[in-house]
Every structure is written in C-alpha cells, then in structure tokens.
C-alpha cells in the first residue's frame, strides 16, 4: 500500500529552526509537495520538489531524496505565525496526491 | 476575487437526508477535485474531474457523486447522509491532472450528520 508517515506534533522555540520529516512509499513518484494549514482553514501551497536536493524559498526551505524515501521541511527565524499543521503530499505514478496526516508545529514565545 | 468558493461553509444535517455541497473556481483551472479531511487522517480524495464533462472516484467515492457540467462549477452530492461522513470537505482545483504544480483550495464546509 501507498503511505505517508510525518510527526504528529512538534514545538519550537519562536527565532529557533524547525526541521519536519516525511517518509514515502509510493506507487511512482512524480513529486512531493508540502503544504500549511492553519486551523480552522484551507492548505496552502508551500513548496514542491521533484528533484533530489534543497530547495529555498524565504525562511522556508524542503529538501528531498528519492532514493531514501525522504523528505523534509526547514523552517527558520520562527514565528508565532507559523503555528500550523504541515501537510505532505506526494504525487503517484497516476498523478494522484497521497497525503500525510499533518504536522501539527506548535511554536512558543 | 479569483479563487474557490464553497458553499455552505457548515451545515448539521440530519441522517438519510440529501446534501449538496457547491464548489466554484473562476480561474479556468481544468482539474477540480473533492477532499474529506479527518482528524487523524490525511486529505483523501473523494471524487475528481480532470475536464468538464468527465469525472473519476478517488479513495473514499462511496455515499457520494459529483458533475462537472461546466468548468467552474463541481458540486458534491450526498444523496443519503449517514454519521460517517461528518467531515471538513474541500474543493480544490489545479490547471490540470498530472500539473506539477499546486492545489488550490476552497476554505472548506463542516458538515455534521446527526
């Protein structure tokens, strides 16, 4: 079966860097997306790779590594806005989206 | 204001009822799809459409049905609501199937079946 496996809650520190985990196994891989969803609200598109290596975008920053399996997101310079869940996805060899349960990131002052 | 608009955003509903969830996107997108999110459980995929006109059953299909009459508009039907499907539902809409791009999604509807 197809899985995706992430941490169900983490804290940080506000100013501090935050590094969150996912794992897949996935029937083909076309890609691996990662998204923010505060509570209460709709995911928001943050980063996708599809190559191995870092991508960097702002504060934000996701690596992957397809022959590990493996990805994840780097969060710098905390801010209390960024208490959310983190969702991962990952695109199958159908193009269809495989998410995780979420992240929930809990960031304290 | 481009985007997705879902409506209602939260009904109770009583079991054996009909429910129609609406979802409209005013960005041409070709893909649209329905999602159930559950606490504890990632997003799954009830039903999508990758055109107007056609349609195709995701993970969790069963109890609903959609139409993609047109490109804007996809809604979700429940014809007969039972307990099990209290959920958030998301609509969300992409360029197309396959686009590596990203979802765009509704804000979502809390639907409570009692």
């Known amino acids: 079966g197809q899985n995706i496996d992430q941490p169900t809650e983490m804290t940080a520190t506000e100013g501090a860097i935050v590094q969150i985990n996912c794992t897949y196994q996935?029937?083909?891989?076309?890609?691996l997306f990662w998204y923010q969803q505060h509570a209460g609200e709709a995911p928001t598109f943050l980063s996708y790779?599809?190559l191995d290596g870092l991508e960097e975008k702002g504060r934000f920053s996701s690596f992957l590594s397809r022959s590990k399996g493996y990805s994840y997101l780097l969060l710098k310079e905390l801010q209390m806005k960024d208490s959310a869940s983190y969702l991962c996805?990952?695109?199958?060899?159908?193009?269809?989206?495989?998410w995780g349960a979420g992240t929930k990131l809990i960031i304290k002052p | 204001i481009a985007g997705i608009t879902q409506a209602p955003t939260s009904q109770i509903l009583a079991a054996g009822r009909r429910m129609t969830l609406r979802c409209t996107q005013d960005?041409?997108?070709?893909?649209m799809y329905w999602y159930r999110q559950d606490l504890g459980l990632g997003l799954r995929l009830i039903h999508y459409?990758?055109?107007?006109?056609?349609?195709g059953k995701g993970e969790v299909p069963d109890g609903y049905s959609v139409s993609r009459a047109n490109t804007d508009d996809f809604p979700l039907t429940l014809a007969s609501a039972v307990p099990s499907q209290t959920s958030v539902y998301f609509c969300?809409?992409?360029?197309?199937?396959?686009?590596?791009?990203?979802?765009?999604f509704g804000e979502g509807s809390r639907l409570t079946v009692l």
């Open positions: 969300a809409s992409s360029l197309g199937q396959g686009n590596t791009g990203e979802l765009f």
């Open positions: 960005m041409r997108h070709n893909a």
């Open positions: 459409s990758n055109t107007a006109g056609t349609t």
């Open positions: 996935t029937s083909g891989f076309n890609g």
């Open positions: 790779n599809v």
């Open positions: 996805a990952v695109m199958d060899s159908n193009y269809q989206l495989i």
